[in-house]
């Protein structure tokens, strides 16, 4: 493969929560030190509480939220451990996953 083309192994981290709980999780992210992540709210889906539609009520803090990040090998583990604990207490779900990308400083 042309080298131009390489990629570097990295973890995707996604996490469906309560709106309310938003700030909770982009304060773990920034203890961790992750450069970035996504935040998109008003999702819809199916889980053990039902089905929750993606559409406000009153506020983005009564609806669901997906917030996804990329992390470097040696910030996965403190996140996790975050998320665990958020969760042991809260609804959600935690994905994790391998991931690679083709600009590796743009999570350093």
Do not use: C, K
């Not at 970035?36 to 406000?56: A, D």
């Not at 990040?69 to 609804?91: F, M």
């Amino acid at each position: 493969m042309d080298e131009s083309w390489a990629l570097a192994q990295m973890t995707r981290i996604e996490v469906v929560i309560a709106g309310e709980d938003v700030p909770l999780v982009t304060e773990l992210l920034s203890e961790v030190g992750a450069t970035g992540f996504t935040v998109v709210s008003n999702v819809s889906g199916l889980g053990h509480s039902g089905y929750h539609q993606g559409r406000l009520l009153f506020n983005d803090r009564n609806a669901l939220s997906l917030i996804t990040v990329v992390l470097p090998a040696e910030r996965v583990r403190p996140l996790l451990d975050g998320l665990r604990s958020l969760l042991a207490h809260r609804s959600g779900v935690l994905l994790v996953s391998d991931t690679w990308v083709s600009r590796p400083e743009y999570f350093q």
